[in-house]
């Protein structure tokens, strides 16, 4: 028998459900065994229920086009029965999210969830594996408050932050007080394409509902610290976004600038950012990328088209850096959203708490 995790993919059907079946195919880790999403997909065989909304730019893989949609609320016993753990990925109200999640945790079924309902659950960890691993710690009071033995609940942060906070949290040491980014972010962070959004073509749209607050937010989560089995935000630095959508399919890009408590120099920046390791790189996490950060030197990057896929999409482009008349430094990052920003960075969550037994087999 084969030693992989059987996973099941909660919204299989959207936009970051079908990148999670891209990245699933030979995963070395984790075998992709059922599908699920709502009534209206379930019981179709899954080409069946994505023709037409398809949305990779590659053909949907053979493992999957046969697997039965399950119906994740009517055929939970089925799906909790099949399954080690899952990922989840839905479009549906918060509260039904909080619940749907909360529900699979108790039937000890753990989730990874890209959705943002759980995201300020105090004892949920919100985790970028390359910035706070230290806060899967926190399951173990959550398991105390589900009474769960093996179920919990993990969710990766909203993919605008990771254009910039990765930057910031390299440079932690020069403590940053004072951060104003503004993101540019991708059409396909809404799970659209330019054929079902065409007003975006040629456009932009200063609105995206709720992105500012977490922007704004999620970064002082990560950067929190756990006190009595709850996350405690960090309360430093000051952040202040502006998000815009704009005519690009993939890719979140931030615009930053940023003053510090120590000012650093230019070249302890670029060394700091260059020579970022973690967790993931020393544990050779499957998805981890080998340079988590890379910093491009000419004034035209980083670029969507060019740079957007720096190690499979799970790594940050930075550049631009230099310094600014009103604030100590200015710099542009690029992160993929649907790559990193969403079902790559479940995955490498995933492959976390697997690599820290967070994760086992039900069999043992
Ligand atoms: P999407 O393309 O609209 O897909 C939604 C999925 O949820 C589909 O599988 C859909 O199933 C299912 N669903 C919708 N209503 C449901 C219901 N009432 N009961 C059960 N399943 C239901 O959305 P998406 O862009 O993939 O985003 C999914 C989640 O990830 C959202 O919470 C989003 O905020 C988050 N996220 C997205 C991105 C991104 O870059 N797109 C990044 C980070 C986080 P049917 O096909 O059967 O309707």
Redesign the pocket.
């Given at each position: 028998m084969s030693d992989k995790l059987r996973v099941g993919i909660?919204?299989?059907?959207?936009?970051?459900?079908?990148r999670f079946i891209l990245l699933l195919e030979n995963h070395p880790w984790f075998e992709p065994v059922l599908v699920?999403?709502?009534?209206?997909?379930?019981g179709k065989p899954y080409a069946e229920?994505?023709e037409g909304?398809w949305?990779m730019d590659v053909p949907t893989p053979e493992y999957v086009k046969d697997m039965p949609?399950y119906?994740?609320?009517a055929d939970f016993d089925k799906i909790c029965a099949s399954v080690d753990f899952v990922f989840c990925?839905?479009?549906?109200p918060k509260d039904?999210?909080k619940a749907?999640e909360e529900k699979y945790a108790k039937a000890e079924v753990p989730v990874v969830s890209?959705?943002?309902?759980n995201r300020w659950t105090p004892d949920v960890p919100m985790v970028v594996p390359e910035i706070n691993p230290e806060h899967l710690e926190v399951i173990e009071a959550q398991r105390k408050r589900l009474g769960t033995e093996r179920g919990f609940i993990c969710v990766?942060p909203?993919?605008s932050i990771q254009s910039y906070t990765p930057a910031l949290n390299a440079l932690k040491e020069f403590k940053p007080k004072l951060v104003v980014a503004t993101t540019y972010q991708?059409i396909?962070?809404?799970?659209k394409t330019f054929a079902q959004w065409p007003e975006m073509e040629g456009n932009i749209i200063p609105y995206i509902g709720g992105e500012e607050e977490k922007s704004e937010k999620e970064p002082l989560r990560l950067w929190g610290n756990i006190v009595d089995g709850k996350i405690v935000p960090a309360t430093e630095p000051v952040i202040t976004c502006q998000c815009i959508r704009v005519p690009v399919l993939n890719g979140h890009t931030a615009a930053v600038f940023v003053n510090f408590e120590k000012k650093p120099t230019k070249e302890q920046i670029i060394e700091a950012w260059r020579n970022y390791k973690a967790l993931p790189q020393e544990l050779d996490l499957p998805s981890a990328p080998e340079h988590f950060i890379q910093y491009l030197e000419d004034d035209d990057r980083p670029q969507v088209r060019l740079d957007v896929n720096f190690e499979n999409g799970m790594g940050i482009s930075l550049g631009r850096l230099r310094e600014d008349s009103v604030f100590d430094y200015k710099f542009v990052g690029l992160s993929h959203?649907?790559l990193r920003?969403?079902a790559g960075g479940a995955v490498e969550i995933a492959e976390l708490l697997r690599a820290k037994g967070y994760l086992v087999s039900k069999e043992g």
């Open positions: 909660l919204g299989a059907t959207g936009m970051v459900g079908q699920a999403a709502s009534g209206r997909s379930a229920a994505v909304r949305k949609v119906d994740m609320d990925a839905v479009n549906m039904q999210i749907l890209n959705n943002s309902a990766k909203n993919c991708a396909s962070g809404a799970g959203n649907t920003g969403a």
